[in-house]
């Protein structure tokens, strides 16, 4: 886990094999909350706009922004979160191979850094990814490995000056040419395409 795992960053680590965490990465945050925004004032006070609604039944609109939830509405709300959350603490007693009941004494939205988190056993170890790859290769039996890190990153000086053959060749082209340098661009899509086309009678130009 990096700088932040927390929340359904958390709740994707929970099931690993074993957890690694930066002594301050902030962890946790084992809880669910619902919100659901009424709008109605702002529609009509701020916007002059009044909305009325045909419903099949009184709970069709449920979490409808354009009014505030009936005491009904929010108990039935207020269940599914909780519903959520069981299924939350759960997942993390599985993985973390602790009770429900533990999970739910350090639940509950609290957030931990990652020294405390490993207190709590909510990690199994500090580290980074180099840690992390490593116990990977380990369980995995590899003796040589490498990593590689994707997407390849373009060289900032390349990025800079453009030294590549097709940047200076489009440079020296858009120099050349001037605004007509787009139907050279377009005539190359052509030709560089396979296959059954078929052409518009116009072209869209983005600029």
Same mark, same amino acid.
């Given at each position: 886990?990096?700088?932040?795992?927390?929340?359904?960053?958390? =709740?994707?680590?929970?099931?690993?094999?074993?957890? +690694?965490?930066?002594?301050?990465?902030?962890?946790?945050?084992?809880g669910?909350?619902?919100?659901v925004?009424?709008?109605?004032?702002?529609?009509?006070?701020?916007?002059?706009?009044?909305?009325?609604?045909?419903?099949?039944?009184?709970?069709?609109?449920?979490?409808?922004?354009?009014?505030?939830?009936?005491?009904?509405?929010?108990?039935?709300?207020?269940?599914?979160?909780?519903?959520?959350?069981?299924v939350?603490?759960?997942?993390?007693?599985?993985?973390?191979?602790?009770?429900?009941?533990?999970?739910?004494?350090?639940?509950?939205?609290?957030?931990? $850094?990652?020294?405390?988190?490993?207190?709590?056993?909510l990690?199994?170890?500090?580290?980074?990814l180099?840690?992390?790859?490593? =116990?990977?290769?380990?369980?995995?039996?590899l003796?040589e490995?490498?990593?590689?890190?994707?997407?390849?990153?373009?060289?900032?000086?390349?990025?800079? +000056?453009?030294?590549?053959?097709?940047?200076?060749?489009a440079?020296?082209m858009?120099?050349?040419?001037?605004?007509?340098?787009? =139907?050279l661009?377009?005539?190359?899509?052509?030709?560089? $395409?396979?296959g059954?086309?078929?052409?518009?009678?116009?072209?869209?130009?983005i600029?």
């Amino acid at each position: 886990m990096g700088d932040l795992a927390a929340s359904g960053g958390y =709740y994707i680590s929970c099931a690993a094999d074993r957890i +690694f965490a930066q002594p301050n990465t902030i962890t946790g945050s084992i809880g669910v909350f619902g919100m659901v925004p009424n709008m109605k004032k702002v529609f009509e006070e701020k916007l002059g706009i009044t909305l009325d609604t045909v419903n099949t039944n009184k709970h069709s609109d449920l979490m409808s922004t354009f009014r505030g939830a009936t005491p009904t509405e929010s108990v039935f709300i207020q269940k599914s979160v909780e519903a959520v959350y069981d299924v939350f603490i759960g997942r993390v007693a599985e993985g973390r191979k602790i009770s429900k009941d533990q999970v739910d004494s350090i639940g509950q939205g609290r957030v931990w $850094s990652g020294s405390d988190a490993l207190k709590i056993n909510l990690v199994d170890e500090l580290g980074g990814l180099p840690e992390a790859i490593a =116990y990977a290769a380990k369980k995995a039996k590899l003796k040589e490995y490498r990593t590689e890190e994707l997407p390849l990153q373009k060289n900032p000086f390349d990025e800079l +000056f453009g030294k590549s053959e097709a940047d200076a060749e489009a440079r020296i082209m858009k120099k050349s040419l001037g605004p007509n340098y787009i =139907y050279l661009k377009q005539v190359r899509s052509i030709l560089n $395409s396979k296959g059954v086309q078929v052409r518009l009678p116009y072209e869209i130009i983005i600029n």
